[in-house]
């Protein structure tokens, strides 16, 4: 009887190692485990979305509701052949105000500046610098102006809440 137990033991034995060697295919041990790809959710979020959660977080989001005020000065010439007085006081102006706008804008958003230079037998032979500005300027206000000796000066203003700089011109 216990050769019968012990070949009874020895046969389930065998029949366990085996089995358990059969259940593990070779191309599953040759791969690793394929891990599921995480899901990926694409949502759109709006200035508005960003300020709410910015002021929920309590991130390093400052609030800054004071205003701000840009002034610039611009200069206008009157030009030479004018029909009267009135008109050379009248293209002076319009003359300064553009400078104005002009100047207003390159504040608010900056000057491209590209330059050139030209060497011809080792000296300097042409150098040209180009400035552009592109920009938009609403509000501004025109708070002095004056015309002496054919020229226009004008003072303008620009204001502004701190909040509303943040949105346009903070990056």
Request: aromatic residues 8%; charged residues 25%.
């Given at each position: 009887m216990?050769?019968?137990?012990?070949?009874?033991?020895?046969?389930?034995?065998?029949?366990?190692?085996?089995?358990?060697?059969?259940?593990?295919?070779?191309?599953?041990?040759?791969?690793?485990e394929?891990?599921?790809?995480?899901k990926?959710?694409?949502?759109?979020?709006?200035r508005?979305?960003?300020?709410?959660?910015?002021?929920?977080?309590?991130?390093?989001?400052?609030?800054?509701?004071?205003?701000?005020?840009?002034?610039v000065?611009?200069?206008?010439?009157?030009p030479?052949?004018?029909v009267?007085?009135?008109?050379?006081?009248?293209?002076?102006?319009?003359?300064?105000?553009?400078?104005?706008?002009?100047?207003?804008?390159?504040?608010?958003?900056?000057?491209?500046?590209?330059?050139?230079?030209?060497?011809?037998?080792?000296?300097?032979?042409?150098?040209?610098?180009?400035?552009?500005v592109?920009?938009?300027?609403?509000?501004a206000?025109?708070?002095?102006?004056?015309f002496?000796d054919?020229?226009?000066?004008v003072?303008?203003?620009?204001?502004m809440?701190?909040r509303?700089w943040?949105?346009?011109?903070?990056?």
């Open positions: 216990n050769r019968w137990i012990i070949s009874l033991f020895v046969g389930v034995s065998m029949l366990m190692l085996f089995a358990g060697c059969a259940l593990q295919s070779p191309i599953a041990a040759d791969k690793p394929m891990k599921p790809e995480p990926v959710i694409v949502q759109k979020v709006d508005e979305d960003v300020k709410k959660i910015l002021e929920e977080e309590k991130l390093l989001y400052i609030e800054n509701n004071a205003e701000k005020t840009f002034a000065n611009g200069e206008g010439i009157a030479q052949n004018t009267s007085p009135a008109q050379a006081m009248a293209l002076a102006k319009r003359a300064a105000v553009a400078d104005a706008y002009r100047q207003m804008a390159e504040k608010l958003y900056g000057v491209k500046i590209s330059a050139k230079d030209t060497i011809k037998d080792a000296a300097l032979y042409d150098s040209r610098i180009v400035s552009q592109d920009g938009l300027v609403k509000d206000t025109i708070v002095e102006n004056s002496k054919g020229l226009y000066k003072r303008m203003e620009l204001t809440s701190g509303r943040q949105e346009i011109f903070a990056y």
